[in-house]
């Protein structure tokens, strides 16, 4: 692959180079293919290169994956953005391989942290000002001017221009204007309030004419709206009205009445994403309090006809939007601002300004935290003060209150069943033994219509590993199944089963009459999507047949999507034993690898509310308690014992507790770290 005239392309020089790396204990990766998509996929590659070599030849690497190669590089080779070099081992020993780069190009060193990132040498003049005529040059200028102070604002901060970077950008925008190039120029100028009324004016009228009933697909509309809304322009709420939905982002970033009513507008009518510029623009313009602001919103979003589900981003909203003006008059960090936002759900859950359904909703997320608080406001003292703006003291005190009206609040409430599946996967823990009212709750979301294919495979299957799934639960699915639950729903990565699946289970065992439709269904050649799915079904009312038919497919080596964890629970009821025993028998039978054992075993540990992952999930609490449960039991094989410990040993508690949900406290690290140490000689 060659550039212009008959010069090596940038990936041709750069791949020539990468290939004179290495040796002295570096390992530099070949170029990615596709088959490379994740940083683990690179740390695995070079475990399986560095287990080849010497024990004491060193373990540093470097590679790039596909991702960044494709992020990086145009279908020409040309270098069109930063390649970014990612590493493992020792980071002194990675920068000294990599060196400075080949000549025209340099390595980045962004610290140990960071990957190393490979760009262009550029030219700049004496104001440190690119040649317009420079793509890279230009592209670096406006990477580093897009670069916000701090990024973990909701609204970035950004740097002041000098008066040259401002000219040079105002250079640009002076002449005919040419759209595609045109964005990031005015984008860098409107981050600084600095896009002129001609300028703006200028970009609109080319807007318009070359994106007439698509305003949306040129990326510069937001930069044109929101300098449209602060010059007070007569054409912007047109613009806005072009833009549709998405408008509400920007119109909150420019309060006015008129922008608190359009975006009102939106949140009302079903746009649930609209509800945080809701709030933000109630506040700014109509009620300094945050509480009451939120207060009022929750009023009109609990009205009849509001849409279903508002208040909980309404929740998420109102913790948002404090942490942000927390952060911004005080100055503290991640850290700092993730110990306020624990201590707001606290308050906002016992604060009665607010309507009681909102506060239950702020307490399901506020309850993961109640133990965070406490630990930080005793292990900080008079500096928790700093962080949060309470005094230790107060800050215990609102924990007390907020443990004092938990139960109450969160007494036969659930999760968002329409939420994401990590987001309920997190939760799966607090159901490990069911209370009457959890048993209600369940029931109710299963019989109501609205609820979804996840929400439905999320709540049958609990009550049915619990035992607390009846004939009422077959008879209220029994009207919508054939139009429900025949859709394909991936449970791909869940705790729970495909819906159709445990209802089929659940009919077969109370006996109802619809199990033999179901059946009859499943036997079907097609939706082909449900062949992967339909021997799960075995589970419900099981035989001997149905297990030998199911340990075939297990042993033929088919694809498992939770078949071997079937024929465990399957094969415990038939015997009368616990899974656990079922599953240490299986040690050394060739057919069952060790990484499938493990998640089988890791699964079955509480047979009343098994986990339906086919793979071990690191960063989930559940998995490191089952992990736990598995090394110590003293009923099973020492080989069975290990792998539970192996499990434990990679789990993100140990390593990388920021990974982890819910959110681990130090005394929970401590604890675990604790717990491996005592299990070191296992």
């Not at 997320?365 to 230790?392: D, F, I, K, S």
């Not at 938990?406 to 599946?421: H, I, K, M, N």
């Amino acid at each position: 692959m060659t550039g212009r005239a008959g010069t090596p392309s940038d990936l041709a020089t750069v791949t020539a180079w990468w290939r004179t790396l290495g040796g002295d204990g570096f390992l530099v990766l070949p170029p990615p293919t596709r088959s490379r998509e994740l940083q683990e996929d690179g740390h695995v590659e070079a475990a399986g290169l560095l287990a080849q070599r010497a024990p004491d030849d060193g373990g540093s690497f470097a590679y790039w994956h596909w991702p960044s190669h494709k992020a990086a590089f145009d279908r020409s080779g040309a270098l069109t953005g930063e390649l970014l070099l990612h590493w493992g081992g020792d980071h002194a020993a990675v920068a000294a391989g990599l060196g400075a780069g080949p000549e025209g190009y340099r390595v980045i060193d962004a610290g140990p942290g960071q990957a190393f990132r490979l760009d262009l040498v550029t030219r700049r003049d004496a104001s440190g000002l690119p040649d317009p005529e420079d793509p890279a040059g230009v592209r670096q200028f406006l990477d580093r001017l897009g670069t916000p102070l701090d990024s973990s604002r909701r609204r970035p901060r950004y740097g002041p221009l000098t008066d040259a970077e401002a000219g040079w950008l105002h250079d640009r925008l002076g002449g005919p204007v040419e759209l595609a190039a045109a964005a990031r120029f005015a984008a860098a100028l409107e981050r600084r309030d600095a896009l002129t009324v001609d300028e703006t004016s200028r970009l609109l009228e080319s807007w318009r004419a070359d994106y007439e009933g698509r305003a949306t697909e040129w990326p510069g509309w937001p930069t044109v709206l929101r300098a449209l809304l602060r010059h007070k322009h007569p054409d912007a709420w047109e613009a806005a009205a072009a833009v549709g939905y998405r408008a509400a982002a920007v119109v909150a970033d420019v309060p006015s009445e008129r922008g608190l009513a359009l975006v009102r507008g939106q949140a009302l009518a079903g746009d649930l994403g609209a509800i945080v510029h809701w709030l933000s623009l109630h506040h700014a313009v109509r009620e300094p309090d945050w509480v009451q602001a939120a207060a009022a919103l929750a009023a009109e979003l609990t009205a009849p006809d509001a849409p279903q589900g508002a208040l909980r981003p309404l929740a998420l909203a109102l913790g948002t939007l404090v942490t942000d003006e927390w952060r911004e008059t005080s100055g503290v960090d991640h850290h700092g601002s993730r110990a306020f936002t624990s201590l707001a759900g606290l308050r906002f859950g016992t604060d009665e300004r607010l309507p009681r359904e909102l506060r239950v909703v702020i307490a399901a997320t506020a309850v993961e935290r109640l133990t965070h608080v406490r630990e930080e406001a005793r292990r900080l003292g008079p500096a928790y003060a700093e962080l949060t703006g309470t005094t230790a003291e107060d800050a215990l005190a609102a924990a007390d209150r907020f443990e004092a009206a938990r139960d109450g609040l969160l007494a036969g409430t659930g999760p968002d069943l329409t939420g994401s599946e990590g987001a309920l996967g997190d939760v799966w823990h607090r159901y490990r033994t069911l209370s009457a009212a959890d048993v209600r709750w369940l029931r109710d979301q299963v019989a109501d219509e609205r609820t979804g294919m996840q929400g439905l495979g999320f709540c049958l299957e609990l009550l049915h590993s619990h035992g607390e799934a009846s004939h009422d639960d077959v008879e209220a699915l029994v009207p919508r199944w054939k139009k429900t639950l025949t859709k394909q729903y991936r449970t791909t990565y869940t705790e729970w089963r495909h819906p159709l699946v445990t209802l089929t289970c659940l009919a077969l065992e109370t006996g109802h009459p619809v199990a033999g439709e179901l059946l009859a269904w499943w036997a079907k050649a097609k939706p082909l999507w449900k062949n992967d799915l339909r021997l799960l079904t075995h589970l419900g009312a099981p035989d001997e047949a149905k297990a030998d038919e199911l340990w075939r497919f297990v042993t033929g080596r088919g694809h498992d999507t939770g078949h071997l964890m079937t024929w465990v629970l399957m094969r415990a009821r038939l015997d009368g034993v616990h899974p656990l025993l079922v599953a240490d028998r299986l040690v050394g039978v060739p057919e069952v690898p060790d990484y499938a054992l493990a998640r089988v075993l890791l699964g079955v540990a509480d047979p009343a509310q098994p986990l339906w992952h086919y793979s071990v999930d690191a960063g989930s609490r559940s998995w490191w308690q089952r992990a736990q449960e598995v090394a110590e039991d003293p009923r099973l094989s020492p080989e069975s014992r290990a792998l539970g410990l192996s499990v434990a040993r990679k789990h993100y508690l140990i390593e990388r507790p920021e990974r982890v949900r819910p959110a681990p406290t130090e005394a929970d690290v401590a604890a675990a770290r604790a717990w491996l140490d005592r299990h070191a000689d296992a």
